[in-house]
């Protein structure tokens, strides 16, 4: 809602600044979006009346003039306007003038001296019009500053409204707001009834009365549609954001913007019997104002006569029954439309009225006549003509109800936090136009028929606290025993964890919990996944049950922008049904932590060669976060999101806390991700136990170091083999790796070749061969007799 500061102030004139008042509104809940000056920053207009011009002698656009600008003199000006005439009055720069963007200083165009600048409105950024200079009505008094005559000093102000302060979509809505929290006193336009000069009516029928419960209508004969809009109303409406159209039709926005309620003029002439107000036949259509045609949905209510539709109800009207400059006699409607037959009809339709945003969100349902009868006077007033009678249907079942709420008083001091009296709140309810009972200390209140946001008793608490003032309630700082929580040495905290992975190169991401339904079916498995009553967006339907399509998400937005390494991470919760046969205890919603690589295993550079990530770049990762302390063991498994031969799940200290793996080539291609990811996923517990370090002697005696080479099975996992090795090593052997595997020639069919290194150390002494010697078979013998492997010759 965009308005001028000195349309409102003419209402109510509160002792505050601009600023004041515009804080004032925010703070009341009618936030204010915008302000800015209704016109550019200029100095040195004045008006002046050109005098005399002839055609300059050296061009054939130009013309020389003389400008009497009042107390400044006769001036001698070149001007190129093509309006330009003797005795136009029109707004003039005087010499060391300030235009935007540039100074007037005395010149000579073409050898003729100027002494100055006729200025159309787009030379003072008042508008884009420079087809000619700005025409200012002959009584303008020569040699006042344009600024002043213009009111250009003047503010307009554009309010962020909630849908439920429909009823500040107008000037005598937001006067009636700043009445109340100030004080000062509000004064609205008089409006009488006008008196009817001829008894012409016509018909009214409410056919659809929950849709249109009160119509009013009046026939207005003999009307001069080509009477011109006043300034003073062109300049209101035009600083409301509303163009200028006629006279006729600006009186309807004029009010609808001064009450708040949305009016038409119809062309009398093409009117045909009774006005209905109806639902439409099927197949029914109506050209509207916008030029579009339109086919109804049946429940959009429309407005026609005996023979055809006119308008779409509480939206726009047609086109055929439009006011013109040829109309004489017009029929003016003024209707209360309910929210719930206007609400996304528009938007359905693929445009938006002022008349719809406002009936929408709801208008004062006993306002008509009052409306109807400031649109008269206006009418008659600007473009004369003879007033019928009123005719109003009205159907009262269909009508809003007003129903008393009770405030007490005690709730609202304790809802707010301060301290009010009973008269306090009494007074500051009666501030709002409400009727209020006061019973004892509780209040009986019933809201005005503007107001359709106060049902219930919380309603009347927010409103005490507006007009009381939010800057007034005290925001005392909470006071607390505060204790220091015990942090054990062996836990760290889920920020530790993130500060780890981004280490080692990864970015955290936060992704929705809310996901498509085939990410689940794809990464998951999850065929049945926790659905959503009320999604937010088609595509966000279920709640996740795993990171990885998150994950994945966040990459194919990355390949869109050709981003060709990712690596990325989340930590977030899954949600999950109970398993079968447990108690119901609702969801489970354990944390997880995610991660993704994609791309190159290095950043592009002239030390490495290029090559692409793979399983064991990741399983590397994870092992020097997860199995430094700790035993982290790799095992084959399958995954519904991963490639069935380069997956594993995750052991630690031989649980299982999650899987690693490169994505399925088939989600790859489906989602156009290029070259897979490879992905990990486990759960946050993991991450947060650590293990405390002790100490261990350095042995100052030197270690002895033998290789093993031993012949297995092809299909032999390695990891078993190693934990039995290193279970069964004697008390000097320090550590057991694999440092080669060998398959190729010279190796029998269907075995392979795996040497570890063995290293053997004693801290008190050294060692002599035959403990090392004896140490080694043991650990060949280990190998033959469990998993049937020999020594390589």
Same mark, same amino acid.
């Given at each position: 809602m965009q308005f001028p500061e000195s349309w409102l102030r003419a209402l109510v004139n509160p002792p505050l600044s601009t600023d004041e008042l515009c804080h004032l509104l925010t703070m009341a809940g009618l936030e204010?979006?915008?302000?800015?000056?209704?016109?550019?920053?200029?100095?040195?207009?004045?008006?002046?009346?050109?005098?005399?011009?002839?055609?300059?002698?050296?061009?054939?656009?130009?013309?020389?003039?003389?400008?009497?600008?009042?107390?400044?003199?006769?001036?001698?000006?070149?001007?190129?306007?093509?309006?330009?005439?003797?005795?136009?009055?029109?707004?003039?720069?005087?010499?060391?003038?300030?235009?935007?963007?540039?100074?007037?200083?005395?010149?000579?165009?073409?050898?003729?001296?100027?002494?100055?600048?006729?200025?159309?409105?787009?030379?003072?950024?008042m508008s884009e019009d420079h087809g000619g200079l700005l025409a200012l009505p002959e009584?303008?008094?020569?040699?006042?500053?344009?600024?002043?005559?213009?009111? $250009?000093?003047?503010?307009?102000?554009?309010?962020?409204?909630?849908?439920?302060?429909?009823?500040c979509l107008s000037l005598t809505g937001i006067a009636r707001e700043v009445a109340a929290l100030t004080g000062a006193p509000l004064t609205l336009p008089a409006i009488e009834p006008v008196a009817a000069v001829n008894q012409d009516t016509r018909g009214i029928v409410l056919d659809a009365p929950d849709a249109c419960p009160r119509y009013c209508g009046r026939i207005v004969r003999g009307v001069n549609a080509k009477a011109p809009t006043p300034d003073w109303m062109k300049q209101r409406i035009e600083r409301c954001g509303i163009r200028s159209i006629s006279a006729l039709v600006d009186v309807t926005n004029y009010v609808m913007l001064e009450l708040g309620q949305p009016l038409h003029a119809f062309d009398d002439a093409e009117l045909s019997g009774a006005i209905h107000v109806r639902y439409p036949e099927p197949g029914e259509q109506l050209l509207l104002l916008n030029e579009q045609t339109?086919?109804?949905?049946?429940?959009?209510?429309? !407005?026609?006569?005996?023979?055809k539709p006119l308008a779409l109800a509480g939206i726009m009207g047609g086109e055929h029954s439009g006011i013109a400059d040829t109309t004489r006699d017009l029929f003016l409607e003024c209707a209360f439309f309910t929210p719930t037959a206007i609400a996304g009809k528009a938007r359905a339709l693929g445009f938006s009225s002022d008349a719809s945003h406002r009936y929408e969100r709801g208008v004062d349902f006993e306002l008509q006549r009052r409306a109807i009868e400031r649109a008269t006077q206006l009418i008659v007033e600007l473009c004369g003509g003879q007033p019928g009678p009123v005719t109003e249907a009205v159907s009262s079942a269909h009508l809003p109800a007003r129903q008393p709420v009770r405030l007490r008083s005690a709730r609202a001091v304790k809802v707010l936090? !301060?301290?009010?009296?009973?008269?306090?709140?009494g007074k500051l309810l009666a501030g709002l136009g409400t009727k209020v009972e006061r019973q004892g200390d509780d209040f009986v209140v019933t809201p005005p028929s503007h107001r359709f946001d106060m049902e219930i008793e919380e309603d009347l608490i927010e409103e005490i606290a507006r007009l009381h003032g939010y800057d007034n309630i005290p925001a005392p700082p909470?006071?607390?025993?505060?204790?220091?929580?015990?942090?054990?040495?062996?836990?760290?905290?889920?920020?530790?964890?993130?500060? =780890?992975?981004? %280490?080692?190169?990864?970015? %955290?991401?936060?992704?929705?919990?809310?996901?498509?339904?085939?990410?689940?079916?794809?990464?998951?498995?999850?065929? &049945?996944?926790?659905?959503?009553?009320?999604?937010?967006?088609?595509?966000?339907?279920?709640?996740?049950?795993? $990171?990885?399509?998150?994950?994945?998400?966040? $990459?194919a937005a990355n390949r869109k922008r050709q981003t060709e390494r990712v690596r990325a991470f989340e930590i977030g919760r899954v949600f999950s049904r109970d398993p079968a046969g447990q108690p119901v205890t609702g969801f489970r919603q354990p944390q997880r932590v995610a991660g993704l690589w994609a791309g190159s295993a290095l950043p592009e550079q002239w030390g490495a060669a290029t090559r692409p990530v793979d399983f064991y770049d990741v399983k590397g990762d994870l092992e020097a976060l997860l199995g430094v302390s700790r035993r982290l063991t790799f095992a084959k498994a399958a995954h519904p999101a991963l490639?069935?031969?380069?997956?594993?799940?995750?052991?630690?200290?031989?649980?299982? !806390?999650? !899987?690693?793996?490169? =994505?399925?080539?088939?989600?790859?291609?489906?989602? %156009?991700?290029? #070259?897979a990811p490879v992905v990990f996923e486990t759960s946050l517990d993991a991450w947060l136990a650590t293990v405390l370090p002790t100490y261990r002697e350095v042995s100052r005696f030197p270690a002895v170091t033998r290789d093993l080479a031993l012949v297995v099975g092809r299909d032999q996992p390695v990891?078993?083999? =190693?934990?039995?090795?290193?279970?069964?090593? &004697?008390?000097?052997?320090?550590?057991?790796?694999?440092?080669?595997?060998?398959?190729?020639?010279g190796m029998p069919e269907g075995q392979k070749s795996l040497a570890f290194r063995i290293v053997m150390?004693? #801290?008190?002494?050294? $060692?002599?061969?035959?403990?090392?010697?004896?140490?080694?078979?043991?650990?060949?013998?280990?190998?033959?007799?469990?998993?049937?492997?020999?020594?390589?010759?």
């Open positions: 204010v979006e915008e302000r800015r000056a209704a016109a550019a920053d200029f100095s040195g207009v004045v008006v002046a009346r050109v005098l005399f011009t002839e055609k300059h002698p050296d061009a054939d656009k130009l013309k020389l003039c003389k400008v009497d600008t009042g107390e400044h003199g006769v001036l001698q000006i070149v001007c190129g306007a093509p309006n330009v005439a003797p005795g136009m009055v029109a707004p003039c720069a005087l010499v060391g003038a300030r235009l935007p963007g540039f100074e007037i200083k005395k010149a000579k165009v073409r050898g003729i001296e100027s002494f100055g600048m006729m200025c159309s409105a787009r030379e003072l950024g009584d303008a008094p020569i040699g006042t500053d344009i600024r002043k005559y213009l009111n $250009l000093d003047d503010t307009l102000i554009t309010l962020k409204l909630t849908p439920n302060r429909a009823d339109v086919t109804p949905s049946a429940d959009t209510a429309l !407005i026609a006569d005996e023979a936090g !301060i301290p009010l009296s009973a008269d306090q709140i909470p006071k607390a025993q505060l204790a220091m929580l015990p942090l054990p040495e062996n836990r760290r905290g889920a920020m530790a964890v993130r500060h =780890l992975l981004a %280490e080692r190169g990864y970015f %955290e991401v936060v992704t929705m919990s809310f996901v498509e339904a085939a990410w689940e079916a794809d990464f998951a498995g999850n065929a &049945a996944p926790i659905q959503l009553a009320n999604p937010i967006a088609s595509q966000m339907g279920v709640m996740r049950s795993t $990171l990885i399509g998150g994950l994945v998400g966040v $990459l490639h069935p031969g380069r997956s594993a799940e995750l052991l630690l200290d031989g649980k299982e !806390i999650g !899987i690693v793996g490169e =994505l399925h080539p088939k989600w790859a291609q489906k989602y %156009e991700l290029g #070259t990891e078993p083999l =190693l934990d039995a090795l290193r279970s069964r090593a &004697a008390a000097v052997v320090s550590d057991i790796r694999l440092f080669d595997l060998y398959q190729g020639k150390q004693h #801290t008190e002494r050294t $060692l002599e061969d035959a403990e090392v010697e004896a140490g080694v078979a043991e650990l060949i013998e280990v190998a033959r007799k469990e998993f049937g492997a020999v020594l390589r010759g």
